[in-house]
């Protein structure tokens, strides 16, 4: 007996379910999708149940891609449309600290310092902004010795940063992103007059620096928690010297500034008029 011959529980043969499956795929192609796909049902020989699977999985995807670029383009217009342009102005300070990426490599170990500044940003777009600050920086490096001594230079910089600050979060608390260029200029220092217990005879890292002039690269991750009376900014930076203190040669070939600092920032808030 061919399978159109199988009967089911019902009375029903094989070839009526399937024409039955067939004008119920057409039909709901007819509603759904004009060109939808589907699959003859086929019959499992051994308990005789048909089978069949209606392929609309794609047809259902562009729809929820749709709705959700819709949604995402009506959200981006609201936010567009509620936000206030926002200028901050504030104090911060923290700790700092520093070493220098020498070439030849020395034994040395970070040395901490403070940072005090002004921290002006300006944001004029939902969730980006520019904020550019003026601080104090104490930088150096802690050389030691095989003999367990140590040489500490103390280096003192005017430093300004001009950063694209990002922001990620709620209105009140978000967590920020601070990443751009910076500039320093030594103010004072010492010129190795602190050395303790160093045998070996004087290298360069000893000599006075060839530039008093800093420029590199910043990357900072914090959060910002806004309150009634002003926003606080806690805020992990590293940075790191693009130049040489030294200059190159066969003595010096890499002397480039390497630092982490720890700041917390006070501001206060001031909307600015919508355009």
Do not use: C
């Not at 939902?126 to 230079?153: C, F, H, K």
């Not at 010129?191 to 006075?208: A, K, M």
């Not at 060839?210 to 991750?221: A, C, Q, R, W």
């Amino acid at each position: 007996m061919g399978t159109s011959g199988i009967k089911y529980k019902y009375g029903l043969t094989v070839g009526q379910v399937e024409g039955a499956i067939v004008n119920l795929k057409r039909r709901i192609a007819s509603y759904v999708y004009p060109t939808y796909i589907y699959t003859l049902p086929e019959v499992d020989a051994a308990g005789g149940q048909a089978k069949y699977t209606i392929q609309n999985k794609l047809y259902r995807m562009k729809k929820v891609f749709l709705a959700l670029f819709v949604l995402l383009i009506a959200w981006q217009a609201q936010a567009q449309d509620n936000f206030v342009p926002e200028l901050s102005v504030g104090l911060k300070g923290g700790v700092n600290y520093s070493r220098f990426n020498f070439d030849p490599e020395i034994d040395q170990e970070f040395l901490q310092g403070y940072t005090a500044g002004v921290v002006l940003r300006h944001v004029a777009h939902p969730r980006v902004g520019i904020q550019v600050e003026v601080n104090y920086v104490e930088r150096g490096w802690r050389a030691l010795s095989d003999t367990g001594g140590s040489y500490t230079r103390n280096l003192n910089y005017l430093e300004l940063p001009f950063l694209t600050h990002v922001t990620i979060g709620n209105r009140n608390t978000r967590f920020i992103i601070n990443f751009g260029p910076y500039a320093s200029y030594l103010l004072s220092g010492d010129e190795g007059n602190e050395q303790q217990g160093v045998d070996e005879e004087p290298d360069f890292q000893y000599r006075s620096l060839d530039s008093e002039f800093l420029y590199g690269l910043s990357m900072g991750l914090g959060m910002v928690q806004k309150t009634s009376f002003g926003s606080f900014q806690l805020e992990g930076r590293l940075t790191h010297s693009l130049n040489n203190v030294f200059e190159r040669n066969l003595a010096a070939i890499s002397s480039k500034s390497q630092s982490i600092s720890i700041t917390l920032s006070y501001l206060r808030d001031f909307k600015l008029k919508k355009k």
